[in-house]
C-alpha cells in the first residue's frame, strides 16, 4: 500500500477547561522536514510531539500547529493597585502643575505600560496538559495518514496507467523493426551504387548484417519490459516504496533513451518521444509517494 506525501489531519482533546487543537499539513519532501508550533507555556511537550509525529509519517515537510482553547476566562496578567495608583497621582499632578487637560482615557493606558504596572504570570503545563496535547497529535496523524493513503491510491492507479502506455507505445515498435532493417539494406546499396565501385557481396553482407545488429533494440525492449513489470510488483507489494519507485524509472529511463539512440526511423523516435513524455510524468507524481 503506497501513502501520497500529501495529507492534511486535525483533531481535538478536552482535559478539564481546555481544549486542545492539534492540526497538521504535510507535502512532499526528501527528507522529515518538521516544524512544530505551539504556545509558550506548553513547549515542555514539544520533544514528545516531534517523536510523535516522525514515527508517525515518516517523510515528508510537515507542519504542526498546536493551539488551547479554554471555556473559562482567563486573565494574562495582574495590575499592582499600589504602583498604578502611585504612578497615576504623579502623571495627574505633573499635568496639572503643567496646564495640560487630558482625560483618563488617555493617561490610564499610558500608566498601565509604566515598569511593573503590569506583571504576567506565565502558565506552566502539567501532565495531564502534555498528554492531552501528545493524543491530540497522535489523533491528528492518524487522520492525516488515512488522507496519504487515499491519495496514494490514487496517484498509484494513474502511475499504473502511464507504465501501461509504455509498454504499449513499445510494443508498437515492432512493425517498424523489419521496414527499419530494409531501409538501412537499401541506402548502403544505393550508396554503393553511386559510388561505382564494385564490391564483394559476402563482405558486404557481413557488414551490413553487423551494422544491423548494433542497431537491433531487442535487449532494450526486453529490459524495459522487465522494468515495467518490476514497477507494479513493488507497488503492488511494498509500503511507502516511493524512492524505490523513482529508482525503477531511472532504469526504464535509461532503456527508453539508448532505444532512441538506435532508433534510426522516425517512427520508432515518434514512439520513443511519447514514452519519454510518459516517463517524464510518472517521475513527477512519484515524488508525491512516500
Do not use: W
Not at 56 to 72: F, H, N, P, W, Y
Not at 177 to 205: C, H, P
Request: charged share 30%.
Amino acid at each position: 500500500m503506497q501513502r501520497s506525501m500529501t495529507g492534511f489531519g486535525k483533531a481535538e482533546v478536552k482535559v478539564g477547561e481546555k481544549c486542545f487543537v492539534a492540526e497538521i499539513r504535510s507535502l512532499n519532501s526528501k527528507q522529515l522536514d518538521l516544524s512544530v508550533k505551539l504556545p509558550m507555556a506548553f513547549r515542555a511537550a514539544e520533544a514528545e510531539v516531534r517523536s510523535v509525529v516522525s514515527k508517525a509519517l515518516v517523510r515528508g515537510k510537515v507542519d504542526v500547529l498546536i493551539t488551547m482553547q479554554s471555556e473559562v476566562v482567563q486573565t494574562s496578567g495582574e495590575v499592582n493597585k499600589e504602583i498604578f495608583r502611585a504612578y497615576l497621582t504623579q502623571v495627574t499632578d505633573a499635568l496639572s502643575y503643567s496646564g495640560i487637560d487630558a482625560a483618563y482615557d488617555v493617561i490610564v493606558p499610558a500608566v498601565l505600560r509604566m515598569p511593573n504596572v503590569l506583571t504576567t504570570e506565565v502558565e506552566s503545563a502539567t501532565d495531564s496538559d502534555i498528554a492531552a496535547i501528545v493524543q491530540a497529535v497522535t489523533l491528528a496523524c492518524e487522520r492525516l495518514n488515512a488522507f496519504r493513503v487515499q491519495e496514494g491510491a490514487v496517484l498509484i492507479a494513474d502511475l499504473l496507467a502511464r507504465v501501461d502506455k509504455i509498454e504499449a507505445y513499445r510494443d508498437q515498435i515492432t512493425p517498424f523493426e523489419a521496414q527499419r532493417a530494409d531501409a538501412v539494406r537499401a541506402r548502403i546499396r544505393e550508396g554503393i551504387e553511386k559510388l561505382g565501385v564494385e564490391v564483394d557481396e559476402n563482405r558486404l553482407e557481413q557488414e551490413m548484417i553487423f551494422y544491423i545488429e548494433k542497431l537491433d533494440i531487442t535487449e532494450e525492449k526486453v529490459r524495459l519490459a522487465a522494468h515495467c513489470n518490476y514497477f507494479r510488483q513493488v507497488a503492488a507489494t511494498e509500503a511507502d516504496a516511493g524512492r524505490k519507485l523513482g529508482f525503477i524509472t531511472q532504469e526504464m529511463g535509461r532503456e527508453i533513451n539508448t532505444t532512441g539512440s538506435k532508433a534510426n526511423n522516425h517512427d520508432i523516435q515518434v514512439l520513443v518521444v511519447k514514452m519519454k513524455d510518459e516517463l517524464e510524468k510518472i517521475k513527477e507524481q512519484v515524488l508525491n509517494i512516500l
